[in-house]
């Protein structure tokens, strides 16, 4: 898949380096007062388990081929457990095109957790149609999240 100046593709083991770059960017420019080169190693591992389990991984180039952000859903949960795109991406529609892809892998229904404080996410999953069905805590950082549900039917297989 094209458009607007990035492509979409599968995961693979040599986008991790790129990846690891640009969600701790990401995530540093949230704000959070979390060391997240620290959770690395956790990110690499889960990133595998994610992929052994057989969660579909979809990574976004930028125009010059370079891993610019990313997605995981699980089609037969409907889980999306990663959305990440590279700081300098950000604002172009790669967020929003690796969400579709989400959505026509697991048409119907997507889930997941936000975390409350991070603004800009909350925004984008609102923009895109999600609704909060509920609240919790994230397991790693114990800060508050939002549980988000996607239902529709408009993006087909």
Known sequence: M???????RAYEQRDLPAIEDFWVAAWMATGFAIDFYARLPWLRAHLNKLAADGVEIVVGLDAEGRPAGFVTVD???GHLDQLCVAPSSQGGGLARALL??????SPGRIHLDVNEDNVRACRFYEREG???VGRGKSEMSG???RRLAWRGTNLQK
């Open 2 to 8: 094209t458009s607007a100046g990035f492509s979409l």
């Open 100 to 105: 579709d892809e989400a959505k026509r892998r």
């Open 130 to 132: 999600f609704a909060v």
């Open 143 to 145: 800060l508050p999240v």
């Open 75 to 77: 089609p037969s949960t």
